[in-house]
């Protein structure tokens, strides 16, 4: 048995019923057959984001877990690990959606644009996928990006990991706006047309959404990123 294991992703339980699964009182399970037949994989999804999978042998009625060691080699064992992984990748994909953002004020921050703007953060960057953007409907244009770094690369004295916000803000408000306290230069960004926040608790929640407000109008036009 194999427990799952969700990197940046979580169970859209949705799309579990569309991927195979059957609900049950105990969770989800799936199975499928691998191997003409020799094999049956289970997967039984048993809560927020936990998973399970078990690979049955079925000529004895016994769990197989050669492919689970590193170290087991042979072809035939090469092909079942092949096979299993393929399944696992396919849940993975199909049944999951990105869960980069950790802290209560990034997820604030996505439930308030899902909710008035309808969009959705866009991971663009396969290497960097704590990394997501904001971006409108009409114009396509970014109004928000969501970012992961440490702290000192904002100037802090730290490398401990912080969540920030970049969001566009008119250039002759910049200076008076960014103090490097609770703003910040537009990190990765044009500085003359964006600044960051850093989702610590610095600037509060309705603040913020003030911010990603202003920041979606200015977008309505194309702007340097």
């Known amino acids: 048995m194999e427990e799952?294991?969700?990197h940046h992703k979580k169970i859209d339980t949705e799309k579990l019923l569309?991927?195979?699964?059957?609900?049950?009182?105990?969770?989800?399970?799936?199975?499928t057959d691998l191997l003409n037949g020799q094999f049956e994989l289970q997967l039984s999804v048993t809560g927020e984001n936990k998973a399970v999978?078990?690979?049955m042998e079925k000529a004895f009625g016994e769990e197989y877990t050669l492919h689970l060691i590193a170290d087991a080699a042979g072809a035939f064992v090469g092909s079942v690990r092949k096979a299993y992984q393929a399944v696992i990748a396919?849940?993975?994909?199909?049944?999951c959606e990105p869960d980069a953002f950790g802290s209560g004020q990034a997820r604030l921050v996505i439930g308030y644009v899902k909710d008035v703007y309808g969009d959705d953060p866009e991971y663009l960057w396969e290497k960097f996928p704590q990394n997501a953007v904001?971006?409108?409907?009409?114009?396509?244009s970014w109004y928000g990006a969501l970012l992961s770094l440490p702290r000192r690369k904002l100037g802090f004295d730290s490398d401990a990991p912080a969540e920030i916000l970049d969001l566009?803000?008119?250039?002759e408000r910049m200076a008076e706006t960014v103090d490097g306290?609770?703003?910040?230069?537009?990190?990765h960004m044009n500085?003359?047309?964006?600044?960051?926040?850093?989702?610590?608790?610095?600037?509060?929640?309705?603040?913020?959404f003030s911010h990603i407000d202003e920041s979606y109008r200015l977008a309505a036009k194309k702007a340097k990123k």
Do not use: H, M, Q
């Open 4 to 6: 799952i294991s969700f």
């Open 18 to 31: 569309l991927f195979g699964f059957t609900a049950s009182d105990a969770g989800y399970l799936y199975k």
């Open 53 to 55: 999978a078990r690979l």
């Open 90 to 95: 396919d849940f993975l994909s199909s049944c």
């Open 134 to 140: 904001f971006r409108r409907k009409d114009t396509k």
């Open 168 to 171: 566009r803000l008119p250039p």
């Open 181 to 187: 306290l609770r703003y910040f230069p537009g990190y």
């Open 191 to 208: 500085k003359k047309n964006w600044f960051t926040i850093v989702l610590d608790g610095s600037v509060d929640a309705e603040e913020i």
